[in-house]
């Protein structure tokens, strides 16, 4: 069977038997008594994803990931074999030019989830004890506004991907990336959430434990850069670097799982007719044209692009089950909201009103058809 390995960014379409091990104990892991690096895992279906953070022998942050299966061992213990990858060459968190990273194999990794939550990590080199990160309550999950737990990404963006879990109304993300010289590194965004929003630190660590090594302390670098994350449903949402253009992010899909359903919260039903690429157009206080993506279970992503001020929007938002629309856009600076309907009895035309957040700053209408019709 065919396997091609995109990470996360990411670099990762992953084909699987259909088979389906019922493993939910997905989210960050770590040993509580060598603090400074640790581990997000999913699994969806019987497919793995996971990625490691650590250290380079000369201390700074670098990321490894590996895909693979994990098997049901009875008694709610399950086992995940894969290869470990090393990746460099991507796209920083700063750049808006995309960049395909290279990848090399590191060796094979290993881990056995047990019943009670507590799980063995083998490396290539080492092996380690460890047990779900509680950070702020384990018990008390997102809301249905707030990131599911898991994998994100944006599929225009190979190569970098965040990993994110909300436990009681606070974030913990982590964002694999590059340096301006290619190689691999990575920051951390945590903090109480405003609903679904937080700007915080941009976090950076240096000097803690490598792949193969023994444990280190890892210390937090100074520095002024910052993070901002946007949500307003479970599956999708936007991310910020500093003031550069927000990037709109979603579930990543890796396991052969029907459309829609790497988003546990559930989609909406929608007609078969809908789901594809939009392109339109919209004026009144501001003119300009759209390109948006609509999933099988009626999640919108794309942009929007300003003529009249010569900026780029992402957007994102949801369709109900009647084909109404409700689309956000967010961009340095400022959003709107789109509402509107899609016919689908007239070629899939979409069209609508749009308003400025700033409701002082007007709105208009805006109209399209979707690629190829219904």
Request: glycine share 14%; net charge positive.
């Amino acid at each position: 069977m065919k396997k091609t390995l995109l990470v996360l960014g990411m670099l990762l379409t992953l084909l699987m038997p259909a088979a389906k091990a019922a493993f939910t104990a997905n989210g960050w892991y770590w040993n509580p008594s060598e603090s400074g690096t640790g581990f997000m895992f999913e699994a969806q279906g019987n497919a793995g994803f996971v990625a490691f953070f650590l250290y380079d022998d000369s201390g700074k942050p670098v990321w490894y990931v590996s895909s693979g299966q994990i098997t049901d061992n009875g008694n709610n213990a399950y086992r995940f074999n894969g290869t470990l990858q090393y990746y460099r060459n991507g796209q920083p968190a700063g750049s808006t030019v995309y960049k395909t990273p290279t990848a090399s194999t590191v060796g094979n990794v290993r881990i056995d989830f047990a019943a009670s939550g507590l799980a063995t990590l083998y490396l290539p080199s080492r092996t380690q004890q460890v047990t779900r990160f509680d950070f702020a309550g384990i018990g008390v999950a997102a809301s249905r506004t707030q990131p599911e737990t898991g994998w994100y990404w944006n599929p225009a963006e190979g190569g970098r991907g965040y990993a994110i879990e909300v436990q009681n109304n606070r974030v913990f993300l982590a964002m694999f990336h590059y340096n301006s010289d290619g190689s691999p590194t990575w920051n951390i965004l945590q903090g109480p959430l405003s609903g679904s929003m937080l700007t915080n630190e941009f976090e950076a660590y240096i000097g803690g434990q490598t792949l193969s090594g023994a444990f280190k302390a890892a210390t937090k670098r100074a520095g002024n850069d910052v993070f901002s994350m946007r949500f307003s449903e479970a599956c999708a949402g936007t991310l910020q670097f500093n003031a550069t253009v927000p990037v709109a992010v979603r579930r990543f899909s890796f396991g052969q799982l029907p459309g829609g359903q790497e988003c546990r919260a559930g989609s909406v039903a929608i007609s078969s007719k809908i789901p594809g690429t939009y392109r339109g157009n919209y004026s009144g206080n501001d003119t300009g044209n759209y390109s948006v993506y609509i999933d099988a279970g009626g999640r919108v992503f794309g942009t929007v692009q300003s003529t009249r001020y010569g900026l780029t929007f992402t957007a994102s938002g949801q369709v109900a089950a009647d084909g109404t629309v409700s689309v956000s856009t967010l961009g340095t600076a400022g959003g709107s909201v789109f509402s509107g309907t899609i016919n689908t009895s007239k070629s899939c035309a979409i069209s609508g009103n749009w308003q400025f957040l700033n409701t002082s700053q007007g709105g208009g209408t805006f109209s399209g058809n979707k690629d190829g019709g219904c």
